[in-house]
């Protein structure tokens, strides 16, 4: 079983909708969350990191259930530059190693 | 100001032959991560230094692969000899030195990467 799990998509949504993504790790020891997004060929970047409490980035909501080891991302009113690939990210202890997701890809269309 | 800087951008060798990667973390950044991210893996961590020390080198796939760290501002991945398989995008990170309490303290960032492949 992968560390951290993803469903790979791609999600083909309309401009302005709502779309959500979620990922499950299997290590119940992990303490750090995060979200990246990937643009096609280029290198990963930071999104937003996730907190137990929930947390909310503009049009972007992120969610920890540790008792279920379920992360999620959702966002809202979807704009075409949000079109990449999300990777969900674990880091299992506090050392800087992190873990990557897959990825689960978006498309956002007009 | 400059970020993760990577060189080359793209290798195209054959196999067996010696490959060198070259990264350039930020300035002051404490911590150098080098991944390799293909479409059946995804991206896997393959060592990473603390202060130009390895830390974790467990993710190295075998013998033919290393990589040092001669000082703070520059990293090398050598591998030796190459093959087919090794054909990936090889990232360089970097990380500054975070306290507990800051929220972000392990953000990574990442250089443009090294498209490689082996023929």
């Known amino acids: 079983r992968k560390e951290v799990e993803q469903d790979p998509g791609p999600f083909n949504v309309p401009e302005g909708a709502t779309v959500a993504f979620n990922c499950t790790y299997s290590?119940?020891?992990?303490?750090?969350f995060f979200w990246y997004r990937q643009d096609c060929r280029k290198e990963p970047k930071l999104l937003m990191s996730?907190?137990?409490s929930g947390n909310e980035d503009g049009r972007f909501t992120a969610q920890l259930n540790r008792a279920s080891q379920y992360i999620s991302l959702l966002i809202r009113d979807s704009k075409l530059s949000d079109s990449a690939t999300y990777l969900c990210?674990?880091?299992?202890?506090?050392?800087?190693?992190?873990?990557f997701g897959s990825g689960t890809r978006l498309l956002v269309r007009p | 100001d400059a970020g993760v800087i990577q060189s080359p951008r793209h290798e195209v060798t054959e196999m067996g032959q010696e490959v060198t990667l070259r990264c350039k973390p930020i300035?002051?950044?404490?911590?150098l991560f080098w991944y390799r991210q293909t479409m059946m893996r995804g991206l896997e961590l393959l060592i990473y230094?603390?202060?130009?020390?390895?830390?974790?080198d467990s993710g190295m796939p075998e013998d033919r692969f290393s990589a040092k760290m001669p000082n703070a501002s520059f990293s090398t991945l050598k591998i030796q000899p190459s093959e087919p398989r090794d054909s990936a995008v090889y990232f360089c990170a970097s990380s500054p030195r975070g306290l507990r309490g800051r929220h972000t303290y392990n953000e990574q960032f990442f250089g443009p990467g090294t498209r490689l492949t082996v023929l």
């Open positions: 290590n119940s020891a992990s303490q750090s």
């Open positions: 996730v907190y137990s």
């Open positions: 230094f603390n202060n130009n020390v390895p830390i974790d």
């Open positions: 300035s002051g950044h404490d911590y």
């Open positions: 990210v674990v880091a299992m202890d506090s050392s800087y190693k992190l873990i």
